[in-house]
């Protein structure tokens, strides 16, 4: 058993619209990046790599219908790629499990020029990045030491009525 590291994430949930789209966009790309379903009931669905596991829930709780990463909260999560050959396979995988290509003009270098990765929305509107590590730095952000998302220049979804 390891010994638990404060400040290491223990889980992320995310409460979905649809959990049967969701585990057909997450599932999918939770088990490509080498997640294992661990636990399944009703309402969700739990996914886990090492200590930290997500989960994908339709709540009754929740209180819109599609994530808005504009709005205060969580923008989107980024996971480690060990090769830009697998990012570039990712994405074309993941356009066929629902997953859409954000930033394609400027597709993989998005997030800079020393920053190789893949921004995907899924359709209920989270993102997520596919960061191969870098060459020049071995993983490490670019100088500065600061990674910065891509402005966002596409769509803002209407508020609900």
Do not use: K
């Amino acid at each position: 058993m390891r010994p638990v590291v404060t400040g290491m994430l223990h889980h992320i949930e995310l409460w979905v619209p649809d959990l049967s789209r969701a585990e057909h966009t997450w599932g999918w790309l939770l088990g490509a990046l080498g997640y294992e379903l661990y636990q399944q009931w009703p309402e969700g669905c739990g996914w886990r790599s090492g200590d930290l596991y997500i989960v994908l829930e339709q709540s009754p709780a929740r209180s819109a219908f599609r994530h808005d990463r504009h709005r205060p909260g969580v923008n989107h999560l980024a996971f480690h790629v060990a090769e830009r050959a697998t990012v570039d396979r990712l994405v074309g995988e993941a356009l066929l499990h629902g997953w859409r290509l954000m930033f394609a003009d400027r597709h993989p270098y998005a997030g800079g020029e020393q920053h190789y990765a893949a921004y995907l929305e899924d359709p209920d509107g989270y993102e997520v990045e596919l960061v191969a590590p870098s060459p020049r730095h071995g993983g490490e952000p670019a100088e500065g030491g600061v990674h910065r998302a891509p402005a966002d220049t596409g769509f803002l979804p209407a508020d609900p009525v």
